[in-house]
Every structure is written in C-alpha cells, then in structure tokens.
C-alpha cells in the first residue's frame, strides 16, 4: 500500500488549503480514510474521516465547520479542504486508511506533508 499526500505548504492565518492523498495497492473503496496531524512537540491528533462510500464523515470538533473531507473513489483519491487556518493547525497532516479514532491507529499511513499557518 502507497499513500502519497500532497498539497501541503506555507499559508497566512484565514487563509485555505487542500490536501491531496492518493492510494495505490488496495481497493480503496473497500476502505474508510482519515487525517491526522501532529505538531512539533506534540502528539498526534485526529482531524477527520469518512467513510468508504462518503456516506458519514467525522470531525474533531478543533476543525468542525471549517475542514471538510471528501473522497474519489474513482481516482482513489482522499481530499482534506482547509478553511479558516489558524496558527494552531500548524502540523504535519498524514493520510491514513481505516482509521482507528479512538487509538489514533490505522492499518497504512503516508509519508505527511507540512502545513504551516503564519500568524
């Protein structure tokens, strides 16, 4: 299995990104997806998820109404859309497939790609 996040980047307080993760070696469509992240110091933290059919969707209330997550099934692709950034999204965000919220597990993850927020 191949996650391979993108997207990532330097950006001013309210400002917006969008995250990219694209997977290869599994039917991705079998599979829920989420974010994480994890800031220097810090451990790492649940930020979104959704379903294998896009059906459900899970936020930490941190980034409730202003992230949103969504998936292609058809580019095996999961997206995180960033709104509203703070200085305290500053972290490395990681893709990862059928997440575990409550252990903060999954069975694969990616590499991460920085976003970092200017205040």
């Known amino acids: 299995v191949n996650l391979v996040e993108s997207g990532g980047g330097l950006v001013q307080a309210g400002g917006s990104l969008r995250l990219s993760c694209a997977a290869s070696g599994l039917t991705f469509s079998n599979y829920d997806m989420g974010w994480f992240r994890q800031a220097p110091g810090k451990e790492r933290e649940f930020v979104a998820a959704?379903?294998?059919?896009?059906?459900?969707?899970y936020y930490d209330d941190s980034v409730k109404a202003r992230f949103t997550i969504s998936r292609s099934n058809a580019r095996n692709t999961v997206y995180l859309q960033m709104n509203s950034l703070k200085s305290e999204d500053t972290a490395v965000y990681y893709c990862a497939v059928q997440p575990t919220v409550a252990t903060l597990t999954a069975d694969f993850w990616g590499q991460g790609t920085q976003v970092t927020v200017s205040s």
């Open positions: 959704i379903s294998r059919n896009a059906a459900r969707t």
